[in-house]
Every structure is written in structure tokens, then in C-alpha cells.
């Protein structure tokens, strides 16, 4: 039994690896919708979403959401990165209250709320901040290292 061997020309060698690269940016890229806060119901995030990663590697999205007249923070680690038996723990989420979108640092922290070991969500508690300036802040523990994630600061 003979092997065939493909030659492949730069071009096509070039376009089979950008083919890949999408691929595989489709697999590990992927992170969940949250559709509802714990006792709520439908919540609208507010404000940008915030990565937890390293090295160009994202692992949890952090988000902030308002509904039923609270705010909410809110981290989800993905699916790739839980259903590959990763050892983390979201250490906690919180929401954070700021004199202004210009502050160096918050003034307050509510609904905060601790993670356990591979919980793959984990929601601040409801929050009465939606008059005051809010961001979503969550630390997040791979095993090794802690690595921490604020959104945009919301007025």
C-alpha cells in the first residue's frame, strides 16, 4: 500500500492555515448569552464585556446588566474552557460604585458574591445602583493564578 503525497503551493498552504485558524476560532471563541439574573427574569447587559485571559486565550466574559430596577455583574467562564476539565474557581463578582466615568477608583462595592470550584456562572447579587455610576468587576482563579476583569463604567 502505497501513501500519496500532496504538494502543496504556498498560496494554498497559506489559504488551508487561514481555513484552520477560523475553525478553530470558531471552537474556543465561543461564550454564552445570559438570558436571566437569579430571580429576575429577561436583563439587558449595559455597557462593554470584559475578558479574563492571557496570551491572546480568552476563558470568561464578565458583563453587567440591568433589569428589575437593579444592576447586576455577572462572569461566565466558556464552555471550551469548562468542558476541558480546566481547574478554576470564579472567585467572586461584585458590582462597583463610582463618583464618575472619570474616578481612578470605585467608591463602594455591592452584591458581592463568591464563586466555588468550577462553577461555570456566577451573578452578583441584585443591586439598587441604577442612578449611580457602575462597573462589573470579577476575579477569576485558573489554579495558578488570579487574573481580574472590570467592564466599562456605567453612569
Known sequence: M???VVMLTP???SALIAAGAVLLGLVTATNAVAESAPGCGPVTQIGSTAYIGDN???WAS???FKGCGKNWAYIYTWDSTHSAGAPYTPELVVIE???STSAREP???AGLRNGGYR???LWSGGTDTLSTCTSAYA???SGAMTYRARTDIRC
Request: glycine content about 8%.
Open 56 to 58: 491572546g486565550q480568552r
Open 11 to 13: 498560496m494554498k498552504r
Open 2 to 4: 502505497s501513501a500519496a
Open 139 to 141: 476575579e477569576w482563579n
Open 107 to 109: 467608591y463602594g462595592h
Open 97 to 99: 460604585k463610582w463618583a
Open 62 to 64: 464578565v458583563k453587567q
Open 119 to 121: 462553577q461555570q456562572e
